[in-house]
């Protein structure tokens, strides 16, 4: 079956930086579109961006020029490098699946804590 894993989170300090990963497996990688998403305590999940199959990317405004995303096909594995975290970027980070040209994500994994400190 699908299965996502993330890993990387932690705690970092206002300033920092982490690399999240998301490992799939049971899926043809190189053909979905994997998006990252996030919940922070109390709030409703958000989209923080997303990779397609081909490599473009897209990012919600409040992480454009601080958040990458990136994807090896070859590892089955997508990215979220983030940089210059903020306090406000304490959430669960979820990577998510969605196959070409699908509308919604058909898999998701159980997420990541990262916690920003001020």
């Known amino acids: 079956q699908v299965q996502l894993v993330e890993s990387g989170g932690g705690l970092v300090q206002a300033g920092g930086s982490l690399r999240l990963s998301c490992a799939a497996s049971g899926l043809t990688f190189s053909t979905y579109d994997m998006g990252w998403f996030r919940r922070a305590p109390g709030k409703e999940r958000e989209f923080v961006g997303r990779i397609i199959w081909s490599g473009g990317t897209y990012y919600t405004d409040s992480v454009k020029g601080r958040f990458t995303i990136s994807r090896d096909n070859a590892k089955n594995t997508v990215y979220l490098q983030m940089n210059s975290l903020k306090p406000e970027d304490t959430a669960v980070y979820y990577c998510?699946?969605?196959?070409?040209?699908?509308?919604?994500?058909?898999?998701w994994g159980q997420g990541t804590q990262v916690t920003v400190s001020s």
């Open positions: 998510a699946a969605r196959r070409v040209a699908a509308t919604q994500y058909n898999y």
